[in-house]
């Protein structure tokens, strides 16, 4: 089992940054992907950014240039880093925690990002 716990929602105006973390905790296994997830209301879970644990990354088109994801593997924990948000950008984030040679999925409850215009 992992557990993942997210900080560093809130609300922030547009054109602001912010920073995720989500710290997993629990049988990781050396090799993963760890990434960002978000849902807006009324809209389905999109992937916005994952990185496998040898450091590869991966983001939505609608993120590139804006968002930077990163990990510490010492530490199991991925980060976050926005700049630029836009009102669209709001939505529920979601880490998650893939290990595929078990098929395994974990995602975190969740961390409220807000941005006004």
């Known amino acids: 089992q992992v557990q993942l716990v997210e900080s560093g929602g809130g609300s922030v105006q547009a054109g602001g940054s912010l920073r995720l973390s989500c710290a997993a905790s629990g049988s990781m296994f050396s090799s993963n992907v760890m990434g960002w997830f978000r849902q807006a209301p009324g809209k389905q879970r999109e992937l916005v950014a994952d990185?496998?644990?040898?450091?590869?990354?991966n983001y939505a088109d609608s993120v590139k240039g804006r968002c930077t994801i990163s990990r510490d593997n010492a530490k199991n924990t991925v980060y976050l880093h926005m700049n630029n948000l836009k009102p669209e950008d709001t939505a529920v984030y979601y880490c998650?925690?893939?290990?595929?040679?078990?098929?395994?999925?974990?995602w975190g409850k969740g961390t409220l990002v807000t941005v006004s215009s």
């Open positions: 998650n925690v893939y290990i595929a040679y078990y098929g395994l999925n974990y």
């Open positions: 990185i496998t644990s040898g450091g590869s990354t």
